[in-house]
């Protein structure tokens, strides 16, 4: 039996690891609570895991931009189930990357959804855990912050930031019991990239959301999701600029 809390439960790549976690221990009858802003969607999540044979201890409806409402429903959740053994956090948004490049509004809109929020949710988090001596946090960023392209650059830079929090974090968890996993996902075919022309690139939400379960179990703390990305990011990261602005299916918008 294990407690899992999953912030952003709303989104396909969680809702799909949930029921990994479900799927995979029908026997073990997990303690889940569920955090999102969509109440009909946690809903339907929360009763496909119990039908699984799994328990809900609760469900929390809150936009994560109140950061103080965040706050109260992780402490809730806490007191719910007692421990976290996983913390997941899932949400974000890639926004409008134009719009961010002319409307402040938009740019920050961007980086407190990719950034602020989890930075805040991951302080509440530290200090509901750091005491239990045992436990996982993962949280969900992206192949985009590992270098600024024209085209995402605004949300790329928000999960770029995170991972260096993540980083941080990491080490000062270290040895204490507490794993901080960074899961950095390569583009999914999800309700996130519905507008985007899918190529070759694209992961189902299948698939990333079983490399993120199974990475869970692992003593790796950092993930591309799928792994090649790690080869992939590993020479973008190093193109010399002169290079990378030549290669336009890299600099183009
Ligand atoms: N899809 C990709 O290509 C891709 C690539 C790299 C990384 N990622 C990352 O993977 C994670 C999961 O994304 P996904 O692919 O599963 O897309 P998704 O289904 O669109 O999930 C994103 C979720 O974030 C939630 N969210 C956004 N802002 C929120 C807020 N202020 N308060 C509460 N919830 C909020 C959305 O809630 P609503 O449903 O209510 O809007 C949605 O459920 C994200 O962190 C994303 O950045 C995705």
């Given at each position: 039996?294990?407690?899992?809390?999953?912030?952003?439960?709303?989104?396909?790549?969680?809702?799909?690891?949930?029921?990994?976690?479900?799927?995979?221990?029908?026997?073990?009858?997990?303690?889940?609570?569920?955090?999102?802003?969509?109440?009909?969607?946690?809903?339907?999540?929360?009763?496909?895991?119990?039908?699984?044979?799994?328990?809900?201890?609760?469900?929390?409806?809150?936009?994560?931009?109140?950061?103080?409402?965040?706050?109260?429903?992780?402490?809730?959740?806490?007191?719910?189930?007692?421990?976290?053994?996983?913390?997941?956090?899932?949400?974000?948004?890639?926004?409008?990357?134009?719009?961010?490049?002319?409307?402040?509004?938009?740019?920050?809109?961007?980086?407190?959804?990719?950034?602020?929020?989890?930075?805040?949710?991951?302080?509440?988090?530290?200090?509901?855990?750091?005491?239990?001596?045992?436990?996982?946090?993962?949280v969900i960023t992206s192949v985009a912050g590992d270098r600024g392209r024209p085209r995402n650059f605004t949300y790329g830079s928000a999960k770029g930031a995170l991972h260096l929090y993540l980083q941080g974090m990491r080490s000062v968890a270290w040895g204490s019991g507490l794993q901080i996993y960074t899961f950095k996902l390569g583009p999914v075919d999800?309700?996130?990239?519905?507008?985007?022309?899918?190529?070759?690139?694209?992961?189902?939400?299948?698939?990333?959301?079983?490399?993120?379960?199974?990475?869970?179990?692992?003593?790796?703390?950092?993930?591309?999701?799928?792994?090649?990305?790690?080869?992939?990011?590993?020479?973008?990261?190093?193109?010399?600029?002169?290079?990378?602005?030549?290669?336009?299916?890299?600099?183009?918008?």
């Amino acid at each position: 039996m294990s407690t899992i809390l999953i912030l952003g439960a709303t989104s396909a790549v969680a809702g799909r690891i949930a029921r990994y976690f479900a799927e995979e221990h029908q026997e073990s009858n997990h303690h889940f609570f569920l955090v999102g802003r969509r109440d009909e969607s946690l809903q339907a999540l929360s009763s496909e895991l119990v039908m699984l044979g799994h328990s809900v201890a609760g469900v929390g409806v809150v936009d994560f931009m109140d950061i103080e409402a965040t706050g109260q429903v992780i402490r809730d959740a806490y007191a719910a189930l007692g421990s976290f053994d996983y913390a997941l956090i899932a949400h974000g948004m890639i926004g409008d990357q134009l719009l961010s490049e002319s409307q402040v509004s938009e740019a920050l809109h961007i980086v407190d959804t990719n950034y602020r929020t989890v930075v805040a949710q991951l302080v509440v988090l530290h200090g509901l855990m750091s005491s239990q001596f045992h436990g996982k946090i993962g949280v969900i960023t992206s192949v985009a912050g590992d270098r600024g392209r024209p085209r995402n650059f605004t949300y790329g830079s928000a999960k770029g930031a995170l991972h260096l929090y993540l980083q941080g974090m990491r080490s000062v968890a270290w040895g204490s019991g507490l794993q901080i996993y960074t899961f950095k996902l390569g583009p999914v075919d999800s309700p996130m990239t519905v507008d985007h022309e899918k190529n070759f690139s694209f992961t189902s939400v299948d698939d990333a959301a079983r490399h993120i379960y199974q990475a869970f179990e692992s003593r790796r703390y950092v993930h591309y999701v799928p792994g090649y990305w790690a080869w992939v990011m590993w020479v973008v990261r190093w193109l010399p600029e002169r290079l990378f602005q030549k290669l336009g299916f890299l600099s183009d918008r």
